[in-house]
């Protein structure tokens, strides 16, 4: 447990990825069995002890403190895990040494609400204060530290040098302490049997297509669809089958979308984007709301009916990974998606279409229809090799995204905030606004958007050093500056936002050009934005 | 006769003596001043006349030109206040030169503790307790979650992550005066003998602390030496140093900050910390406690810090206590 706690120590107060990811290695490296695997579960959120939650830990220190002097720690420290972990009474006399991460989870999963309250004490005796917070981190669930399960698993790939599209795909046949998964990789053992397991499948991704030009005979096109990119998986087995719904990051979000869950009754594993029922993207024909109508349901554990039904969501599929029990990913693309066509009559249109592919005579033409899927408010278009496999990750050569030009408009620099890591000592962080009316007539500047991409370090330099000359106000890390500067933002759609006093929010804003050149009141108003909106 | 303990009176911008007509750490100018240490939040200048240890004298010239109507007084050593006051400064252990100050007035005792600590520290000699009938205590980490570690503990820390990166520096944030000289002498007695690297700001106080015999070792100037001579170094800095274009010099610097409220992880985030040293010249709960158990006073005074809580620790001790709205003190890493 004392390792485990040093581990947890240092990737809170490390902002870096790479190290984060080599301290995680050296602790799956060097740790025995099971405890990394419980470990590894821990850091993935993949444990969970039913008999103890915070109000346990709340009530153990309620009987064991005063309650005036817990209230005001706790309100000082925010955290009740480390609160508890700081108070906790040292015990009297000789205690036991500190239990192994194996022996405190065979403790915790023994736990029932009636004994919690008298075993989990006994574990806490044994702990220093890092200890007990990773004890009760580890009891209740989401360490918060920052540390997402890919991360995890990229780090765990890293250690024992092997693939992480190959841990990804064995992830989700496996449960905590992953004992075959660390026999396989740190000990050369057969690979996990994952046979009738509905598994992950790393996704194939594109590059963005730069200045090429692509051969159309070589190349399908299709749309971009802005929903997010999914993979659906159904297998049989004894208990009648089952089905997961993955997003890009192999997260497993089946609870989120019960109703795709139910779609699917045919062994398969398809890929495609899912989005909810609307009109704004592709019109009348594609069917599918924006972007934001479909951010209303992501992130929910549970959905209520009424979301269900105001928001239903579907997939429109891109391409079919294993069908029938047929692994599909060693075949071309071109096959793949003569396949892909010929079992749409076999899936219920109420939740699956087919993304449709672009015609164009050539490149030119192509570009064309590009340049007017801005009204369509799609994405931009896909561009896939005819003859391509399926291969997880961004192979060079095999797909393309080719995003529509983003939006611009010119904002004008209001607040700068530091950055993390190694820019801590720059101003990174931009908020700029757009004018609310003539600002020859005294309209005011509203926040419309935040920045910290595109622009060169050489740059970075100037804007810190302008922001350090120009302060009129700080507030903590944030400090308000002169309006004397203005940025070119480019952005890739904007929507209607509450969070915002302008009333907009803009996605994926970046520094398109900084305008040293350009006087401030020559930047766009807040009407000009809201005309771009498409929701 | 008047009133028990009615000579002796909290005002927001200080405590007045009345018999003496004078004032403890007051935080404006006044005529006649007591000085328990030299913190801004404690010492300022223009006063006519300060009575100090030799020590917070030398460091309140440095810090605030103060010259002028300087009264030194030895560790031990009473001085008659006149209107029958008598001031005996005694050690608390808080930097160099800290004192806590009794004041004897009509068979009363009072003592103001200013800053203190119990921990050993090798720039200054320790707390003595004293009895009294008045504690007016200190409350900066007045929380029961806050128990300093051994500091030898945090040494090995530092001197650790020191080593395990011999391409880099670690940049210890540590208030100028106390701390960073603190942590260098305990860097010394860790058997930590490499140049330390200094901020500018921090050299005069090193230099005065070495004055008065504080063996700190070799120290050098950032500014006089390259990223690369630093490579495998200890850099120390104020904390608001840490982050500021300053550090832009040093060689990839692992940011350490020496302070109490490093014991709280997000405290420590806040400040973009990757090596939190949990090192304070305050008492802890602990500390406080028994200090207050051990003088045993009739009545405890609190002045600054987190006085709610060492209120309630009186009242589940049946002690009686009461706290003082002083202004202007505040913890000297914040």
């Not at chain 1, 009891?139 to 540390?147: D, K, L, N, V, Y």
């Not at chain 1, 592919?357 to 561009?383: K, N, S, Y």
């Not at chain 1, 983003?406 to 990174?428: E, H, I, N, T, W």
């Not at chain 1, 910290?452 to 804007?463: P, V």
Request: aromatic share 8%; proline share 6%; net charge negative.
């Amino acid at each position: 447990m004392q390792t485990f706690a040093t581990l947890l120590d240092a990737l809170v107060f490390t902002r870096s990825r790479n190290e984060k990811l080599r301290l995680i290695a050296d602790y799956l490296r060097t740790t025995l069995d099971p405890d990394r695997g419980w470990a590894l579960g821990a850091l993935t959120d993949g444990l969970d002890f039913k008999a103890v939650k915070s109000s346990t830990v709340r009530n153990l220190m309620q009987e064991r403190v005063d309650p005036v002097l817990w209230q005001l720690s706790r309100d000082f420290v925010g955290d009740t895990a480390e609160t508890a972990s700081l108070l906790w009474p040292e015990p009297l006399g000789e205690v036991a040494p500190p239990p192994s991460v194996d022996e405190a989870v065979a403790s915790l999963t023994a736990m029932t609400r009636a004994t919690a309250p008298v075993e989990l004490p006994r574990l806490l005796d044994r702990l220093d204060p890092s200890g007990r917070y990773a004890l009760i981190k580890l009891a209740t669930g989401g360490m918060r530290i920052g540390i997402s399960a890919r991360l995890a698993k990229t780090a765990f790939a890293q250690a024992f040098d092997v693939s992480v599209d190959a841990v990804e795909e064995y992830w989700h046949a496996l449960q905590p302490p992953y004992a075959e998964l660390f026999a396989w990789a740190a000990d050369g053992a057969d690979p996990p049997d994952t046979a009738n397991r509905p598994l992950f499948r790393p996704f194939m991704l594109a590059h963005p297509l730069e200045d090429a030009q692509l051969n159309l005979t070589h190349y399908a096109a299709e749309w971009k669809w802005d929903g997010i990119r999914v993979q659906l998986v159904h297998v049989a087995n004894e208990s009648g089958g089952a089905t997961r719904l993955y997003s890009r990051s192999g997260d497993d979000i089946s609870a989120t979308f019960p109703e795709m869950v139910q779609a699917l009754d045919r062994p398969a594993v398809l890929d495609g984007e899912l989005l909810v029922r609307g009109d704004a993207q592709g019109g009348e024909e594609g069917g599918a709301a924006s972007f934001n109508a479909l951010q209303q349901r992501l992130g929910r554990k549970t959905v209520s009916k009424q979301m269900l039904a105001a928001s239903p969501a579907f997939v429109r599929l891109y391409d079919v990974l294993s069908w029938e029990n047929a692994d599909q990913r060693g075949e071309t693309w071109e096959s793949r998606r003569k396949l892909l066509e010929s079992l749409m009559p076999q899936l219920p249109a109420s939740h699956f279409d087919l993304s449709q592919l672009v015609e164009a005579r050539d490149f030119a033409h192509l570009a064309e229809i590009r340049e007017g899927t801005r009204d369509a408010a799609i994405e931009g278009l896909m561009l896939k090799r005819r003859d391509s496999l399926y291969v997880p990750g961004r192979k060079a050569g095999l797909w393309y995204k080719w995003k529509r030009d983003p939006l611009l408009v010119d904002c004008v620099l209001m607040y700068a905030q530091r950055g993390s890591g190694k820019r801590s000592s720059f101003y990174s962080d931009y908020t700029f606004g757009c004018w609310d009316g003539d600002p020859d007539t005294g309209a005011e500047l509203l926040p419309v958007g935040k920045a910290y991409s595109g622009f060169t370090d050489a740059e970075l330099k100037q804007l810190d050093r302008l922001v350090r000359q120009t302060t009129l106000n700080r507030f903590g890390p944030v400090r308000e500056v002169e309006r004397r500067l203005v940025f070119e933002v480019a952005f890739d759609s904007v929507h209607v936002s509450k969070r915002h006093k302008s009333g907009l929010a803009m996605r994926f804003p970046r520094i398109h050009r900084i305008r040293w050149d350009k006087p401030v009141h020559e930047a766009d108003r807040i009407e000009a934005l809201r005309k771009l909106v498409r929701d | 006769m008047a009133a028990p303990f009615s000579w002796i009176t909290p005002h927001p911008h200080g405590i007045y003596v009345a018999p003496a007509d004078c004032w403890v750490d007051p935080s404006r100018a006044v005529e006649q001043a007591l000085v328990t240490h030299g913190h801004a939040d404690h010492a300022r200048g223009g006063h006519s006349k300060t009575i100090a240890t030799p020590e917070t004298l030398a460091i309140m010239a440095l810090r605030y030109n103060t010259r002028e109507g300087a009264q030194p007084v030895q560790y031990g050593e009473s001085v008659k206040l006149g209107g029958g006051v008598q001031a005996t400064y005694i050690p608390a252990g808080h930097v160099l030169g800290s004192a806590q100050i009794l004041l004897e007035f009509a068979g009363e005792r009072v003592i103001i503790t200013g800053d203190y600590k119990r921990r050993p520290d090798p720039t200054c000699p320790p707390f003595e307790v004293t009895p009294c009938d008045i504690l007016i205590t200190e409350a900066t980490f007045g929380l029961p979650l806050f128990t300093h570690p051994p500091i030898a503990d945090e040494m090995a820390k530092l001197l650790d992550r020191l080593r395990a990166h011999p391409d880099r520096c670690v940049l210890v944030g540590a208030y100028a005066l106390g701390k960073a000289q603190r942590v260098i002498a305990e860097l010394r007695a860790a058997g930590h003998h490499d140049p330390i690297y200094l901020h500018g700001a921090m050299e005069k106080m090193c230099r005065l602390y070495q004055e008065f015999g504080v063996d700190l070792g070799e120290l050098r100037l950032v500014a006089d030496h390259t990223k690369e001579e630093m490579r495998g170094s200890i850099v120390i800095c104020p904390p608001s140093a840490l982050n500021d274009r300053w550090s832009r010099r040093l060689p990839d610097p692992i940011t350490a900050m020496a302070s109490g409220w490093m014991r709280v992880r997000q405290r420590a985030r806040q400040r973009n910390v990757e090596l939190p040293l949990v090192i304070s010249d305050h008492a802890d709960w602990g500390e406080l406690t028994r200090t207050i158990q051990e003088v045993d006073p009739y009545e405890t005074w609190i002045t600054h810090g987190r006085e709610e809580a060492l209120l309630r620790w009186h009242q589940l001790h049946q002690r009686r206590a009461r706290a003082l709205a002083l202004v202007g003190r505040e913890d000297e890493d914040e």
